[in-house]
């Protein structure tokens, strides 16, 4: 059974920034692609960032400039740097592990919140 263990979410001030990961169980971890999303009270969960197996990324507009996924392939780990926090990223995140553009697994997210 594939598992993802996220971490890194908390409360930040606007303008600060957080550091999420992770942490994939199981074999063949590179051969994936790995996603981020997010889900905000009331709203349908997105697609925040995205980094292929080959190390190609792809950002939602709104965090384009912002947000920076990366991977560790060794460690079975992906990244997602947020900064310039903004209130309108408050939302639960999750790290997905997708295949042939298949999500094949979720974490079970991580609470973040952008406040003053």
Known sequence: ????????????????????SCVASGSFFSVYDMGWYRQAPGKQRELVARITSGGRTNYADSVKGRFTVSRDNAKRTVYLQMNSLKSEDTAVYYCSKERGGTVVSWGQGTQVTVSS
Do not use: K, W
């Open 1 to 20: 059974q594939v598992q993802l263990v996220e971490s890194g979410g908390g409360l930040v001030q606007p303008g600060e920034s957080l550091r999420l």
